[in-house]
């Protein structure tokens, strides 16, 4: 049994193009993260209000709660931050590994 | 057209910028919202440890960017050309990093001098049974 040939197409990409699309794809979910973390800091800024005065009006217990969720959000990113860095070298080790086998 | 891969290291080069002022945007929230807590001691106690927690969050964040900083110089480093322009990106990172850093020192110097811990609960339910 042979393996599969997948017949040439006109919008296929070629390797460099797959790998440009994926450092690109890298980036892209980066910067989504940055706006996510930006996001969190307005939370941040409505939660105290302007005027440092809480204008919520919250318990002890829900600004510990609040505080909970701030840091369960960067945790998340943390995890996000680390596969995107496994990405990036599975990424590069094949870009190199072309650029070896030329 | 033919796309270049040496444009691939300047987009990680301006996300990972992005993600490093984002991240000072919140600390410096964050800095304001332990602040706005002002005389509350006990409240302050409580979140000190959390802080911590934080702190080692944001440290591997660092470190992660640390290693990704090193394969977008492998990358980058294809094109002479292109050392110039990332110089100047590692540079303005170098400074956002800067500014994280010192606001970190200012909320633990926050956290541990001026604000003393909260009394352990069985000293305060001590003082209510001596008072009732």
């Known amino acids: 049994m042979s393996m599969p040939k997948i017949p040439k197409e006109k919008h296929r990409p070629d390797l460099d193009d797959t790998i440009i699309d994926l450092l690109e794809s890298i980036a892209l979910e980066e910067i989504a993260l940055s706006h996510l973390i930006n996001a969190e800091a307005e939370n941040l800024q409505a939660f105290v209000g302007k005027d440092l005065d809480f204008p919520s009006n919250p318990s002890n217990s829900d600004i510990l709660r609040f505080n909970v969720t701030v840091l369960r959000l960067m945790e998340t990113l943390m995890f996000k931050e680390l596969f995107l860095l496994r990405k990036l070298e599975t990424v590069s080790q094949i870009g190199m590994q072309v650029d070896f086998e030329e | ?132």
């Open chain 2, 1 to 132: 057209m033919k796309r270049k891969l040496e444009r691939s290291p300047f987009l990680l080069m301006e996300s990972t910028l992005k993600m490093k002022k984002a991240i000072y945007t919140f600390l410096k929230e964050y800095q304001r919202f332990l602040r706005s807590l002002g005389r509350q001691e006990r409240l302050q106690g409580a979140l000190a440890p959390s802080f911590s927690r934080l702190l080692f969050t944001l440290r591997i964040i660092q470190q992660t960017q640390f290693q990704k900083n090193r394969m977008i110089r492998l990358l980058a480093a294809r094109d002479m050309q292109q050392s110039a322009a990332l110089k100047r990106f590692f540079e303005e990172e170098q400074r956002v990093e800067r500014q994280i850093s010192s606001t970190l020192r200012e909320i633990q110097k926050y956290l541990s001098g001026d604000i003393p811990t909260p009394s352990p609960p069985w000293l305060l339910s001590q003082v209510l049974i001596k008072n009732s």
